[in-house]
């Protein structure tokens, strides 16, 4: 593979899934570009005897047979686990590598890891996302999704024209939900204009400072 950025190569399976270990030199074609290129045959045949290739070639594949469908991706829920050492991020995320390790899980093999924001999980020098970067640099820390969009919802609920919808929206709810006639004319009347709906009810969705907005 050559990049434009570096000029010069680099081996495609070891910078997509090397193993990369602090302090460890994977030499030329992934720490280092390929620029001596009246080289390259002699490069590519010592780096091809590197077992850290090896292992990269078996993960590329082991990579596409699930992206083509051969293999199923597995998620699983493993632990609660108590923060028993502490909660800065050193102490969380020693117990979090401890953890792993328990469960046979290669760290190694680490390429992300999803918390909130908060400064003992996401400080830049000390916490936990960074102590964890620190010894397996490929492990990509990214904010927790469902935390972003709990976020925004708080956010948005100090905006007056977000309030005053959530406002409407509940008035909307109650107006049908305490009455079993009106109701019943909902009902009838979503029947009648959108005879494939499924739902027929007003719900509402609560935001975290008790606000409430419509959900169907
Ligand atoms: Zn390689």
């Known amino acids: 593979m050559y990049s434009v950025q570096s000029d010069g190569g680099f081996c495609l399976p070891c910078m997509l899934f090397g193993v990369g270990r602090e302090g460890v030199d994977l030499g030329v074609l992934v720490s280092r570009p390929l620029t001596n290129f009246k080289k390259a045959l002699d490069e590519r045949k010592a780096h091809d005897t590197r077992s850290t290739h090896n292992e990269a070639n078996i993960k590329t594949e082991h990579f596409l047979r699930v992206m083509q469908g051969h293999q199923e991706p597995v998620e699983d829920f493993v632990e609660f686990s108590e923060c028993d050492t502490g909660i800065t991020g050193q102490a969380v995320a020693e117990r979090i590598l401890q953890l792993l390790n328990s469960y046979n899980l290669d760290p190694t093999l680490l390429r992300g890891q999803g918390y909130d924001g908060a400064g003992n999980m996401a400080g830049k020098t000390r916490g936990c996302a960074a102590v964890i970067t620190g010894q397996y640099p490929l492990a990509l820390y990214l904010h927790c999704a469902s935390h972003q969009l709990n976020l925004a919802v708080v956010k948005s609920a100090q905006v007056t024209s977000v309030r005053n919808m959530m406002g409407t929206s509940k008035k909307l709810h109650d107006f049908f939900h305490a009455h079993p006639k009106r109701q019943q004319q909902l009902e009838t ?14 719900g509402t969705c609560h935001a975290p400072d008790g606000f409430s907005a419509l959900r169907r």
Do not use: G
């Open 189 to 202: 009347a979503i029947e009648e204009t959108q005879p494939d709906a499924r739902k027929k009810k007003i």
